[in-house]
């Protein structure tokens, strides 16, 4: 069952929920595995792409029962003038979801990998199927991901997966906040909205991906780095809150360079508990690599 005291499941917590048989089964959440490697992106890209960048990982072992979603391909739109990981269609998200075998009652959690990129696969993962229309109760994200699962004891799979039944839930959209370039702005200018980058790509002093380096004018760094442990795990509520303590009270948004790991201080404002599941942080989905797209106003240096 959905575990009501926030969005996390401990791996341990997790093996016990999938004792007897796979995920997805039964009664048993859902499972999805979203291993993903960051990476720039390709210079042309189709709806599915043949080789996602985390499936090698996910056919070298996985949770049992586990249905692996690219987050390139499936859990954002295709890139352009909107940004390197813009929302996904309605349509084209509500096919995938039903493939995983999500359906309107239930519950799902997601997992992502250890290395590069940690956190920030299964937040986007998390906050897409907020946004698609999962109530606060069924989705959560395994701590730790899948080193975690593993560590606790959990068995790994390289069985192909797939689903038994196929889901039934319903994607309208809406489900989360969406920053567009002018309401980031204005958060900027009259709230608070969180950086999630590196601190040197914050201040200008390096770009490895965007044609512009730089930060939105009036915006504040919290690299998302900082929200884990060393082993990948979240750190506590405790320690969240007092990294988060700006968007206490106020209006509030977060991105990053493409919207993925902007979803972590999304994710993180709730685990805190310093945003309630009813009123989170907005998340700028286009985020730089949208804003320098419109060739709008660049900050460099410190802010905030």
């Known amino acids: ?136 109760e069924q989705v959560r994200v395994l701590d730790g991901g899948y080193g975690a699962w593993t560590a606790a004891g959990g068995e790994s799979s390289t069985a192909s997966g797939g689903v038994r039944t196929q889901g039934d839930v319903d994607v309208a959209g809406g489900g989360m906040p969406v920053l567009t370039a002018d309401s980031a702005a204005s958060v900027a200018a009259r709230g608070t909205l969180l950086d999630a980058r590196a601190a040197e790509r914050f201040r200008g002093e390096t770009e490895p991906i965007d044609p512009v380096a730089g930060h939105i004018p009036g915006a504040a760094n919290v690299p998302v780095a900082g929200l884990l442990t060393d082993d990948g795990r979240w750190r506590s509520a405790t320690e969240l809150a007092g990294l988060l303590e700006p968007v206490v009270g106020t209006v509030a948004g977060a991105y990053c360079g493409s919207g993925v790991s902007a979803a972590m201080l999304v994710l993180a404002a709730e685990i805190a508990g310093v945003r309630p599941p009813e009123d989170p942080v907005g998340l700028y989905v286009g985020s730089w690599s949208n804003w320098v797209a419109g060739k709008r106003p660049v900050e460099t240096g410190t802010s905030r």
């Not at 960051?38 to 996985?62: I, N, Q, S, Y």
């Not at 990998?113 to 956190?119: C, F, L, N």
């Open 1 to 136: 069952m959905p575990n009501p005291q926030g969005p996390l499941v401990s791996a341990a917590d997790l093996v016990a929920e999938l004792a007897g048989g796979p995920a997805g089964v039964d009664g048993r959440p859902v499972v999805l595995d979203v291993r993903w490697r960051l990476t720039p992106p390709p210079k042309k890209r189709t709806r599915r792409r043949p080789d996602p960048v985390g499936e090698p990982d996910f056919d070298a072992g996985h949770v049992p029962g586990a249905v692996f979603v690219d987050v390139d391909s499936e859990l954002a739109g295709p890139p352009g003038p909107a940004g390197r990981h813009p929302l996904p269609d309605p349509d084209d998200l509500q096919t995938t979801m039903r493939r995983a075998g999500i359906g309107r009652t239930g519950s799902v959690v997601v997992y992502d990998g250890v290395g590069a990129g940690d956190g920030m696969a299964a937040a986007r993962a998390w906050w897409v199927l907020r946004w698609a229309g999962l109530a606060p």
